[in-house]
């Protein structure tokens, strides 16, 4: 078994289950399911002020917020600081594909061009110094 996955000292061994976060090949994985479920929790909170829905969507909008909290955790990461701010980049992308998925209006020009140069500065930010 690589030592990565094996549990530190006072571990138990089912914290095995959380091993492959160490991984950077699903940092983007987990990136990606942070930003959809804190953008769907955010969403029913929206929809709840702004649309008009039923105060029963911050049920599962609260969920999905604690989920995206959850999930930043498993980020292979020394630092929060450092995993929030790399999550940024790829939170704002996600969130125009959001407004042009679910919300019909599609994105500009600038819009891709500001979401290129977030991205470039969460893997300047992730992959940039070693840990």
Same mark, same amino acid.
């Given at each position: 078994?690589?030592?990565?996955?094996?549990?530190?000292?006072?571990?138990?061994? $089912?914290?095995?289950?959380?091993?492959?976060?160490? @991984?950077?090949?699903?940092? %983007?994985? !987990? @990136?990606?399911?942070?930003?959809?479920?804190?953008? $769907?929790?955010?969403?029913?909170?929206?929809? +709840?002020?702004?649309? /008009?829905?039923?105060? +029963? +969507?911050?049920?599962? &909008?609260?969920?999905?917020?604690?989920?995206?909290?959850?999930?930043?955790?498993?980020?292979?990461?020394?630092?929060? $600081? =450092?995993?929030?701010?790399?999550?940024? /980049?790829?939170? !704002?992308?996600?969130?125009?594909?959001?407004? +042009?998925?679910?919300?019909?209006?599609?994105?500009?020009? =600038?819009?891709?061009?500001? &979401?290129?140069?977030? %991205?470039?500065?969460?893997?300047?930010?992730?992959?940039? =110094?070693? =840990?």
């Amino acid at each position: 078994m690589d030592q990565r996955v094996r549990p530190a000292r006072g571990q138990t061994p $089912g914290r095995l289950i959380f091993a492959a976060h160490r @991984y950077r090949n699903v940092t %983007l994985l !987990i @990136y990606a399911a942070a930003a959809l479920a804190e953008i $769907g929790g955010c969403y029913a909170v929206w929809g +709840w002020m702004r649309l /008009g829905w039923t105060a +029963w +969507w911050l049920l599962p &909008g609260l969920a999905s917020l604690a989920t995206f909290a959850g999930l930043l955790t498993l980020v292979d990461s020394a630092a929060a $600081g =450092r995993a929030y701010a790399a999550y940024g /980049g790829v939170y !704002i992308c996600a969130s125009l594909l959001w407004q +042009w998925l679910v919300e019909g209006q599609r994105p500009d020009w =600038r819009d891709g061009l500001g &979401g290129a140069i977030c %991205l470039a500065g969460a893997a300047l930010i992730l992959l940039g =110094r070693p =840990r």
